[in-house]
């Protein structure tokens, strides 16, 4: 069965840090892309960053960059989501999705709650 596990939310103060994590089994990880969405109440989900576990190649929204970091351990078949200095803006249930042509596999969200 595929499986994507995302984990790391939790209640910070604005200029704090999260680590969300994004494990996956069931599939040839280092095919996929994994990316990171988030859906904050009231608006609809957006994606934030992107990494391609083929060639490393990464991608992040405008309203993430230079604060989030995506990164890959594929011998753990994870990926990390670094968030640094967080704004209540952040504050979402963020999703990871892993893609490879037209299969795509969702995992459950976590919740970020950023506190001003």
Do not use: H
Request: proline fraction near 2%; glycine fraction near 12%; charge should be neutral.
């Amino acid at each position: 069965d595929v499986q994507l596990q995302a984990s790391g939310g939790g209640l910070v103060q604005a200029g704090g840090s999260l680590r969300l994590s994004c494990a996956a089994s069931g599939f040839t990880f280092d095919d996929y892309a994994i990316g990171w969405f988030r859906q904050a109440p009231g608006k609809e989900r957006e994606g934030i960053s992107c990494i391609s576990n083929s060639d490393g190649s990464t991608y992040y929204a405008d309203s993430v960059k230079g604060r989030f970091t995506v990164s890959s351990d594929n011998a753990k078949n994870t990926v990390y989501l670094q968030m640094n200095n967080l704004k209540p803006e952040d504050t979402a249930v963020y999703y990871c999705n892993a893609r490879w042509g037209d299969k795509s596999f969702w995992g459950q969200g976590t919740l970020v709650t950023v506190s001003s």
